[in-house]
């Protein structure tokens, strides 16, 4: 095994470089990954970066390297050697644990577990040049299927620009609110949080709560307790979330220690900074490694810490406002996709090159 290495930070020297990338979707991965990184990359000459949903021999001519993201198709493994074939370099790039969906997610388990759906995915991991992860705890979850193709970190960054206009936009205001937003993959990680948040909106009149994406609001009865205090949408397209989660002003990650969870990334702590509110999660590695407890936010490890982490946030004011500028600050400095896109092109070129 080739081991896993950890991109950051380098500026090439390259004179050009042409990436075609096979998004997995247009509003969670593959924006995060592939659009935004396109975005920076292009404005950056001479690299450039085609980010596509199919993939065709003319795609192939003139390309370094070609990204089939999160891929698990009979027919786009063929095509993925069919580009090695024509001399392009292949990566596969995934920022979730696939193989251990939670059975708790009911459509991505059943799909995640059929068996053609698992060996063609290892069959990616063995036969691309490399392969791309978002965090190194996702790298050693699937070390195991890549036999000697290595294995690069390259962490997610958050295109904190297109957040400016929401965070500048933000106003004052008598009540605090919660706020949470998620894939439907949270719902197992919920009842960590419920009662604590049912408790503190019972303690505190000017709370209100704000979840987008997750919750099904029949699921849980004492929502509907609370009226107007509480909001439910669906999930929101990428451009359009900053404006709907504008009035947060503390953000929260609950999760459960589980195989699927280990592998994820902070990029919730970034959204929630992005917008200068601090972030309360649980204290897997992912959050241990740029949340800082008391200072950017909080890391609870029970019920009883949850609660108390969240009534400090939410009878402190001023305290609260500096925990969220202190977030990002550091989402600035370290996890912009302004300055982050300089990984994939390090990458590109070690891969490419």
Same mark, same amino acid.
């Given at each position: ?55 065709? !021999? ?221 972030? !309360? ?73």
């Amino acid at each position: 095994m080739l081991g896993i290495r950890v991109v950051t930070l380098i500026v090439s020297n390259r004179s050009s470089m042409n990436i075609r990338w096979i998004l997995s979707d247009k509003i969670a991965p593959g924006h995060v990954r592939g659009e935004v990184i396109a975005r920076q990359m292009n404005k950056h000459k001479p690299y450039n970066m085609c980010c596509k949903s199919e993939l065709y !021999v003319s795609d192939i001519v003139g390309a370094d390297c070609v990204v089939f993201q999160r891929e698990f198709r009979d027919g786009m493994f063929k095509k993925m050697l069919e580009t090695k074939e024509l001399g392009c370099k292949v990566i596969y790039d995934t920022d979730d644990d696939v193989l251990n969906m939670p059975r708790g997610f009911p459509e991505p388990f059943k799909h995640y577990m059929k068996p053609e759906v698992r060996e063609m995915i290892k069959k990616f991991y063995r036969n691309v040049d490399a392969i791309t992860v978002s965090t190194k705890y996702l790298g050693e979850a699937i070390e195991e299927f890549a036999d000697n193709v290595p294995i690069y970190v390259v962490e997610n960054s958050l295109d904190v620009e297109m957040w400016e206009e929401a965070y500048k936009k933000k106003e004052e205001k008598e009540t605090v609110t919660i706020g949470w937003m998620a894939s439907g993959s949270h719902k197992i990680d919920a009842p960590l949080i419920s009662a604590t948040l049912k408790n503190l909106m019972l303690k505190h009149d000017n709370l209100n709560l704000h979840f987008i994406g997750w919750i099904s609001p029949d699921e849980y009865e004492w929502v509907h307790q609370f009226g107007n205090r509480i909001k439910v949408e669906k999930w929101v397209l990428p451009y359009e979330l900053p404006f709907h989660m504008i009035d947060f002003d503390i953000g929260i990650a609950p999760l459960y220690d589980n195989k699927f969870n280990r592998s994820k990334s902070a990029i919730k702590a970034f959204q929630y900074w992005a917008l200068g509110i601090p972030c !309360v999660a649980s204290p897997l590695n992912m959050y241990k490694d740029v949340i800082e407890s008391g200072v950017n936010g909080y890391l609870p490890e029970c019920a009883d810490t949850w609660y108390d982490c969240l009534d400090e946030l939410i009878r402190g004011d001023t305290y609260r406002k500096k925990m969220g500028s202190m977030g990002r600050e550091l989402l600035l400095e370290k996890y912009d996709t302004r300055k982050r896109y300089q990984d994939w092109i390090k990458l590109f070129n070690m891969v490419g090159g």
